[in-house]
Nanobody
Framework: QVQLVESGGGLVQAGASLRLSCAAS????????MGWFRQAPGKERAFVAAITRSASNTYYADSVKGRFTISRDNAKNTVYMQMNNLKPEDTAVYYCAARYAVLTDYIRRNTYNYWGQGTQVTVSS
C-alpha cells in the first residue's frame, strides 16, 4: 500500500505562485511514476503533470507548460509542483497520484494506482 498526502494549496491572486507537495509513504520503491491531476467544479479530473521515478522525464499538460514545474526528492519520498503565474482557470482541487506500471501514457487516470485526498487551489482575478 502507498499513502499520498498533498499540501500547499491556498487562495492566491492571479499572477502569484504556489508550491504543492505530495508526501508518499508505504511501498514507494515500487512506484514507477507520480503525477498531478486537477478537478475543477463540474469538470472531470484532468492530467496536469507527471514525473518518472528517476526524474529523468517530465510531462505536462499544454495548459500549464512553461508555468508549472514538477520535481521530486526521492530521499524524502516527496513530489513537488511549483506553480507560477497562476490564472483563475487554474482553480481546482489538485490530486497527487502514483502508479506501478511503466507506460508511455501519463494522461489517463486509470493508469494510476493510488491517489491523495486533494488540496484546493483557488486563484482570484
Amino acid at each position: 500500500q502507498v499513502q499520498l498526502v498533498e499540501s500547499g494549496g491556498g487562495l492566491v491572486q492571479a499572477g502569484a505562485s504556489l508550491r504543492l507537495s505530495c508526501a508518499a509513504s508505504g511501498r514507494t520503491s515500487s512506484m514507477s511514476a507520480m503525477g498531478w491531476f486537477r478537478q475543477a467544479p463540474g469538470k472531470e479530473r484532468a492530467f496536469v503533470a507527471a514525473i518518472t521515478r528517476s526524474a529523468s522525464n517530465t510531462y505536462y499538460a499544454d495548459s500549464v507548460k512553461g508555468r508549472f514545474t514538477i520535481s521530486r526528492d526521492n530521499a524524502k519520498n516527496t513530489v513537488y509542483m511549483q506553480m507560477n503565474n497562476l490564472k483563475p482557470e487554474d482553480t481546482a482541487v489538485y490530486y497527487c497520484a502514483a502508479r506501478y506500471a511503466v507506460l508511455t501514457d501519463y494522461i489517463r487516470r486509470n493508469t494510476y494506482n493510488y491517489w491523495g485526498q486533494g488540496t484546493q487551489v483557488t486563484v482570484s482575478s
